[in-house]
T-cell receptor, first 114, second 112 residues
Framework: NAGVTQTPKFQVLKTGQSMTLQCAQD?????MYWYRQDPGMGLRLIYY???????DKGEVPNGYNVSRLNKREFSLRLESAAPSQTSVYFC?????????????FGAGSRLTVL | GESVGLHLPTLSVQEGDNSIINCAYS??????FIWYKQESGKGPQFIID?????DKRQGQRVTVLLNKTVKHLSLQIAATQPGDSAVYFC???????????FGGGTRLMVKP
């Protein structure tokens, strides 16, 4: 039971390049989330998907797009990366019959934009 | 906007002592609170949660206290161990919805 799996773990991009961060969960959770964490800071919500087929903006959605591919997978895309998007990105999922409000996080994807 | 925050950015304690990490929240409508632990290079891990209709909840070596009068949340760790060294975040959920708001984090350092 892997929980929440993110790929890649590390990525370096040049300004203007595009990339997609992948996230998959095997817990049959309905809701999935993308957060970013800047050095010494808390987590800020970028986008979330309350259920398969729906996505909504969080606190800092500008410069990002998301796709809820199916119940398991939720991807985050940077169409034209900027240095301000250098951060650690965390995917999370929520659901289940116990601890329904608790988010389970992946290990993170560290992105550097030069 | 309303947000969750923490009083102390860094807390240093002696191994074996008790630790108290504090959090202030400003949204009186928040009805659910969670404490997360984040070790270096890892994602946040759930520690303990509490609903707004409770004022105390205990887990293994951890206790969360909620004071709704002053909008204050605390995490108490008994007999702190080196493995407790991490950054601790409090988070709140409004109306059991999807907007989980995190505070800025407190780094706990345990001295042997």
């Amino acid at each position: 039971n892997a929980g929440v799996t993110q790929t890649p773990k590390f990525q370096v991009l040049k300004t203007g390049q595009s990339m997609t961060l992948q996230c998959a969960q095997d817990m049959n959770h309905n809701s999935m989330y993308w957060y970013r964490q800047d050095p010494g800071m808390g987590l800020r919500l970028i986008y979330y998907s309350a259920s398969e087929g729906t996505t909504d903006k969080g606190e800092v959605p500008n410069g990002y797009n998301v796709s809820r591919l199916n119940k398991r997978e939720f991807s985050l895309r940077l169409e034209s990366a900027a240095p301000s998007q250098t951060s650690v990105y965390f995917c999370a999922s929520r659901g289940g019959t116990t601890g329904a409000n608790v988010l389970t996080f992946g290990a993170g994807s560290r992105l550097t934009v030069l | 906007g309303e947000s969750v925050g923490l009083h102390l950015p860094t807390l240093s304690v002696q191994e074996g002592d008790n630790s108290i990490i504090n959090c202030a929240y400003s949204n009186s409508a928040s009805d659910y609170f969670i404490w997360y632990k984040q070790e270096s290079g890892k994602g946040p891990q759930f520690i303990i949660d509490i609903r707004s209709n409770m004022d105390k909840r205990q887990g293994q070596r951890v206790t969360v206290l909620l004071n709704k009068t002053v909008k204050h949340l605390s995490l108490q760790i008994a007999a702190t161990q080196p493995g407790d060294s991490a950054v601790y975040f409090c988070a709140e959920i409004l109306n059991a919805g999807n907007m989980l708001t995190f505070g800025g984090g407190t780094r706990l350092m345990v001295k042997p």
